[in-house]
Structures are given as structure tokens and as C-alpha cells.
């Protein structure tokens, strides 16, 4: 039966609510999909460098994953059983404690949360007040932890933070470093250095006036804080010194975890071992699924502290071990390096004919291309300002040509690229060429109505 997309995006408008995101920008309707393509009830095929905002590391319908949901269905095992112990999941967490870091695996507890990142962020900042028996809460500027109360709280767009009046009293929000946008002015390893001595005095200030805190809670990168890597330095340095203050290092691992970032983990750039870290996307293999791993120390909450109907889903923990496992056997860590560095290099060398592109960041296939004002004057490290507008056009041509990205970072200018690990290398090419066109498209556009209005003027 034909489907019709313009009435299904009548409707949708009609009856879905003013908070729905993705669907205003990116008007398509997906009827079947498979690996990193989608196609819509228009006719049309589409690249999707989405993948679920990282939920699906191998593409969309994996066979993998596929088979293992079949085989669950087929067996007759119950589909929702609370927090009840299963051979599926016996299973998924006996995978995922193999790939978890050592030094936590080796004295870990897994705590299965509601089907969201967010869920798992508002677990693992209870459980560290919990088993310290502080309130207060480090977190950074640029952080997105999700849209729940106590993620909200930590995360540091004031856009969707402040609408909702959301009570974040006792976080502490430190600058997260960088080089392009550096919140010192100085940039490089010196705005990195300043970031760790300013963290250091603050912990040993006894006039600091910090709530004390009971956990310290950062992202290897930021993803919706426009895609930028903590510095492998100053992310030693912050595991030193919340350890030396006794303070529970958590690494929110939703987005980057599950070798999107070229390793394993984030964390494991910097050869850091958190003291829980929060998984979630990836790791259900395209379901939801959501969980905590932390060191046992830490397991002083009492029987029913986090709870929520849906822990136990079986689909995707069958889905999730599979993945876990291709991912493994196809070393989709080294495919994810080695095609985020072709990717980048290809924006990079674009950049020197594209004055748009301020800078392309990221690790593995995890990739911001920074869109900027083209005849914007630059500031003291060179950057020229944030062009949103121009983003979004971006945006536009982008999924004109087939492809399908979203915006990010704080002024959301920041192309962000997360395809499937599985992306092939003629798709990587083809993403790459497409989006550059869709710039220079934009680009062209763009300038042309900045010198019109300002002829007018």
C-alpha cells in the first residue's frame, strides 16, 4: 500500500507536540532501512550520519542484531520481567564486564536503569550521594547529560535548561577545555594547564564556598556541546585529583561509548578509569537500554534506591550482546579511527577553499565541522563567530542531496557527523563529497544575501 508522506507530516504537525526536534528540521518519513541508508515513503534513499544519535553502531536492521531479536522472539522467553535474572541477561552482562576497563571490570557492580542515557545519569549521581553522603555535583560548561531533573541540572545549555527552572543548586560548573573556542583566551595545552590548576585550587580552596561534592561528572567529548575531545591531560589530571579528594569520578559514556570514538571507550584515550561510568545507546544494539557500571565500594544503596518498570528488556539485551560482540570481532574500534581520520582529512583540505569551515574536531566517527561567519572578523586565537544561519542552510542542502546530519554546539553551528561504524569507505566518500557541495552551496548563498542586505544598508 502506497504511504503518503505529505500526509503523514500533516498530521504529524497537527497532532505531535512543540517539543519534537529532529522531525522539524529533517521532514522525511522512513518506511525501510538498512545499514547506514534510509529510505522514505517519497522514493528517495537517504545517508543517514545520525544512526539514532549513536543508538545504532552497525547501521540500521544489522543481520546481528536482527538475528539475536528473531531468536529471543522465537524461543518464547517473557519480554519484560522487571529486574528478574535471565539467561539473556546473564549473558549481556557477562559480555559487557568483558569489555569494560580492567581496573573497574575486575571489581564492578551493574545496575540496569530505565531505557535512557538520562535515566542512568540520575542513577549514578544518586548512588554517589548516596554512598558519600554529599549533595554537591562538578560538571562543565558545554556538558549535556540529558533532560531529566537531575541530568538537567548538570548540563550546560542554559537553552533547555532554563525554560524548565530546573533546581540546580550545588553544581559546581567548571570551563571544559579546548583550543578553538577557549574559554581562557589562550588556547592549546596552556588553556588545558589553566583548566587543571584551576580544578586543583578549587578542591584544596577551604574558602571556595563548593558545595561538597559527592560526585565529579564529565564527558570524554561533549557531543551536543559541538563534538570536543577533553584533552588526554587535563582528564588524567581531573581522575588524580578527584581521587585525591575522595570525590567518585562518573564518565558519561552514552554517546561516546561502545568504540564510536575510535577506542573502546573515551576514556580510554587518556588511559583513565572512572569510578562509574553510564552506558546506554549502543550498547542495546538499537534498542533502548540503559546502564550504570561502578566499583563496589560504591554499593551502599539500599533495595528499591532506582528502580523503573522497564529494566529488564530482553530484546535488547540480546540485541546488545550481539553488537557488543561484532563489534569486538571486527575490531570496529581501528575502522572507526582509521575512517573518522579519512573523513576529517577530507574536511580539513576543503576548509583552505571554504572559508565557511572554522574547524573540523572529533574523534573516530564521532565529527563536528565548526560552520562560521566567512568574512567574519576572527578573534584573538583566529576563530571567526559562530554562524548559525549558515548551519542550518547547511543543513538544508545537505538533506536536499540525500544526506541526514544534525546541528550541535553552543550556537548550533557545529555539523555533527556520528554514521554507523560500519560505514564503507565508497559511503564515507560519498557523505564527505555531498556535505562539502552542500557548504559550498550555502556558502555562496549565504554571502550573496550578506551583500545585499548590506547594499541596502
Known amino acids: 500500500m502506497a504511504v503518503s508522506s505529505t ?5 504529524q504537525r497537527d497532532r505531535e507536540s512543540a517539543a519534537r526536534s529532529y522531525a522539524r528540521h529533517l521532514p522525511i518519513v522512513p518506511v525501510r532501512a538498512e545499514g547506514m541508508t534510509i529510505y522514505g515513503a517519497d522514493g528517495r534513499a537517504y545517508l543517514d550520519c545520525l544512526s539514532g544519535a549513536g543508538v545504532l553502531a552497525l547501521g540500521h536492521n544489522h543481520p546481528v542484531a536482527v538475528a539475536a531479536i528473531r531468536r529471543v522472539l522465537d524461543s518464547g522467553a517473557p519480554l519484560h520481567v522487571l529486574d528478574l535474572a535471565t539467561p539473556i541477561k546473564d549473558e549481556f552482562t557477562e559480555t559487557l564486564l568483558g569489555i569494560l576497563p580492567p581496573d573497574l571490570a575486575r571489581d564492578a557492580r551493574i545496575h540496569f536503569c530505565g531505557p535512557s542515557g538520562a535515566d542512568a545519569v540520575e542513577a549514578a549521581i544518586k548512588l554517589a550521594r548516596i554512598a558519600t553522603g554529599n549533595t554537591g555535583l562538578i ?36 570551563p571544559y577545555p579546548q583550543s578553538f573556542r577557549c574559554p581562557y583566551g589562550v588556547g592549546g595545552a596552556e588553556g588545558a594547564r589553566i583548566a587543571t590548576e584551576q580544578l586543583r585550587r578549587l578542591l584544596d580552596d577551604p574558602g571556595s564556598g563548593l558545595t561538597p561534592p559527592a560526585a565529579l ?22 581522575r588524580t585529583q578527584s581521587a585525591a579528594h575522595g570525590i567518585p569520578l562518573i564518565a558519561d559514556e552514552v554517546q561516546t561509548g561502545l568504540a564510536r570514538t575510535g577506542e573502546l571507550w ?4 587518556a588511559g583513565v578509569t572512572p569510578d562509574v561510568m553510564v552506558l546506554s545507546k549502543a550498547i542495546g544494539g538499537g534498542l533502548p537500554l540503559a546502564v550504570i557500571a561502578y566499583r563496589s565500594s560504591l554499593d551502599l544503596w539500599a533495595e528499591g534506591a532506582h528502580t523503573g518498570t522497564f529494566r529488564g528488556q530482553q530484546l535488547a539485551m540480546a540485541a546488545g550482546t550481539a553488537t ?3 563489534v569486538m570481532e571486527h575490531d570496529l574500534s581501528t575502522r572507526a579511527r582509521k575512517s573518522g581520520e579519512e573523513i576529517r582529512t577530507a574536511f580539513e583540505g576543503a576548509a583552505d577553499e ?4 572554522g574547524e573540523v574536531r572529533g574523534r573516530g566517527l564521532m565529527l563536528g565541522v565548526e560552520l562560521v561567519e566567512p568574512d567574519g572578523a576572527p578573534d584573538a586565537l583566529g576563530a571567526r563567530p559562530a554562524a548559525p544561519e549558515l548551519a542550518h542552510a547547511v543543513r538544508g542542502a545537505a ?16 555539523l555533527r557527523l556520528l554514521p554507523p561504524l560500519t560505514i564503507t569507505d565508497l559511503e564515507a566518500e560519498q557523505v564527505v563529497s555531498l556535505l562539502i557541495d552542500s557548504i559550498e552551496e550555502a556558502q555562496g548563498r549565504y554571502s550573496r544575501l550578506r551583500a545585499q542586505a548590506g547594499a541596502r544598508a
Do not use: C, K
Open 139 to 174: 560538571a562543565f560548561t558545554g556538558a549535556y547529560h540529558g533532560m531529566t531533573a537531575g541530568a538537567l541540572a548538570a548540563t550546560g545549555n542554559n537553552a533547555i535548561r532554563m525554560p524548565t527552572r530546573v533546581n540546580d543548586a550545588g553544581v559546581t560548573r567548571l
Open 354 to 357: 571554504l572559508p565557511a569551515i
Open 266 to 269: 573515551g576514556v580510554d584515550h
Open 7 to 11: 500526509a503523514i507530516l500533516d498530521r
Open 324 to 326: 557488543i560482540r561484532y
Open 399 to 414: 538533506l536536499s542531496r540525500g544526506v541526514l546530519v544534525e546541528l550541535g554546539g553552543r550556537h548550533g553551528s557545529v
Open 217 to 238: 561528572i564529565v564527558e570524554p567529548v561533549q557531543g551536543e556541546g559541538g563534538v570536543i575531545p577533553a584533552p588526554d591531560e587535563w582528564l588524567r589530571a581531573v
